[in-house]
């Protein structure tokens, strides 16, 4: 079984510029999340989705992040414009429904 | 807010050491909790988890037992290899919310040959 692919694994741009990540998760799992890592901290939910409808985006930051799920499978968050402290590891992470989390292997966003 | 706090790292072992990594807990209710692991280049993977007080969750020679007296589900191992080499991360998920995973900030652990 496939697991949680995400792309890219790597981007570097400089601030001010837009940036997309895409995130396609464990077949079957209606569950989608996406998160933070900053450099030695642990992951820090960005948004969940059941199936298409973004359940919790609280600690989203909406001014410049948003987050698409449309048919309900893959999802893309966006960051525009990106500023240096959006400098991180951008997880995403599915489940059938709670419980355990299938994490992939995350977009390292560098931003100059 | 339900949280957890675990020991600052790194720790560097050399091999056949013992570790444990502490992890405690504050949360309402009796929440699960979770060892994840992120071994270099790649997402975290699940390494154990325990879903009620006194429960032990065991994986490839590791444990760790949900003691709710001292709200506390440490991380152990008798005997680290090299291949151990990674930052370990305990979560919680509340009793209320099984999609919401708390994670804390991570140890790192570098085991010498």
């Known amino acids: 079984e496939a697991g949680v692919v995400q792309s890219p694994r790597y981007k570097i741009i400089e601030k001010k510029q837009p940036v997309a990540f895409w995130c396609n998760p464990i077949?079957?799992?209606?569950?989608l999340y996406w998160y933070r890592q900053n450099l030695g901290q642990g992951p820090e939910l960005l948004i969940r989705?059941?199936?298409?409808?973004?359940?919790?985006d609280s600690q989203l930051p909406k001014d410049r992040f948003s987050a698409e799920r449309l048919k309900g499978v893959d999802s893309t968050l966006k960051i525009q414009p990106a500023e240096l402290g959006d400098s991180a590891v951008y997880l995403c992470?599915?489940?059938?429904?709670?419980?355990?989390?299938?994490f992939g292997p995350g977009t390292r966003l560098t931003v100059l | 807010g339900d949280s957890v706090t675990q020991m600052e790292g790194p720790v560097t072992l050399s091999e056949e050491a013992c570790l444990t990594i502490?992890?405690?807990?504050?949360?309402?209710?009796?929440?699960?909790l979770f060892w994840y692991v992120q071994y270099p280049g790649e997402g975290l993977q699940l390494l154990l988890k325990a879903t009620k007080a006194d429960d032990k969750g065991s994986n490839k020679g590791f444990e760790a037992t949900y003691r709710k007296e001292t709200t506390s589900f440490h991380l152990e191992k008798g005997s680290v290899q090299v291949s151990d080499s990674a930052v370990y991360f305990c979560?919680?998920?509340?009793?209320?919310?099984?999609?919401?995973?708390?994670f804390g900030a991570g140890t790192r652990l570098t085991v010498k040959p």
């Open positions: 979560a919680l998920s509340p009793l209320y919310n099984n999609n919401d995973m708390r």
């Open positions: 992470a599915s489940n059938p429904r709670g419980g355990e989390q299938f």
């Open positions: 989705y059941e199936n298409e409808e973004a359940v919790d």
């Open positions: 077949s079957g799992h209606n569950t």
């Open positions: 502490n992890c405690t807990y504050t949360a309402t209710g009796y929440p699960s």
